[in-house]
């Protein structure tokens, strides 16, 4: 598996001191096929990934909540894979895992990068955020290839967007870029 799914947060979140392990059998295996689906196949297409965001257990998501809480939507956005929180309850209700991405040469040009995903590999969802922002990918059991475009506005706030699946997608992207 890829380590930087695990330890992307030692950049991003270097007061942090706790753990990011997964905890269940299921978070282990979907982060795997994360792995071996997305970054695997990125990885030998485009060269070197860069993790900004990975897998994040219940202990790092509170870190994070408290300490740089942000856009965050951990009840949908697979980052928690199957893990549990406090209560015994999973946090996202979707299966699956995911992470945001880049690629090094193409920090400005991220837009090939998606059109790679929705054109050859078997995505689950993908959030666009324009081509010098990392792309949001996730490997899930649906594998529902939905796309999502989140552009910022002329006062930097990132807007609700506009979403496709499938053979859609392509064309949202392209009337993104």
């Known amino acids: 598996m890829n380590n930087n799914l695990i330890t992307w947060f030692k950049q991003k979140h270097t ?31 485009f060269g070197e990934i860069k993790v900004t965001y ?11 909540k408290k300490n740089s809480p942000g856009d965050m939507a951990p009840e949908l956005d697979q980052h928690a894979t199957y893990e549990l929180n406090s209560r015994g309850n999973r946090i996202c209700k979707r299966d699956g ?5 880049y690629i090094k ?6 837009h090939i990068v998606a059109q790679y995903v ?6 689950d969802r993908l959030y666009f955020y324009g ?10 059991p649906e ?11 002329e006062n930097g706030k990132r807007n609700m967007g ?16």
Not at 16 to 39: C, K, M, R, S, V
């Open 118 to 123: 929705i054109n050859e590999l078997p995505y």
């Open 143 to 153: 594998h529902s290839k939905y796309l999502h475009v989140k552009l910022r506005d």
């Open 162 to 177: 506009k979403g496709a699946k499938e053979n859609k997608a392509l064309a949202l992207l392209e009337n993104s870029i």
């Open 97 to 101: 895992a995911t992470c945001d991405i």
């Open 131 to 140: 081509s010098d922002r990392p792309i949001h990918i996730s490997f899930g």
């Open 15 to 45: 007061d942090y001191d706790g753990d990011n392990q997964p905890f269940t059998e299921q978070t282990q295996q979907a982060l795997q096929q994360l792995n071996e689906n997305i970054i695997a196949p990125l990885q030998a297409q």
């Open 54 to 64: 990975g897998f994040t257990s219940f202990q790092l998501l509170s870190y994070i």
């Open 105 to 110: 040469g193409y920090e400005n040009q991220m």
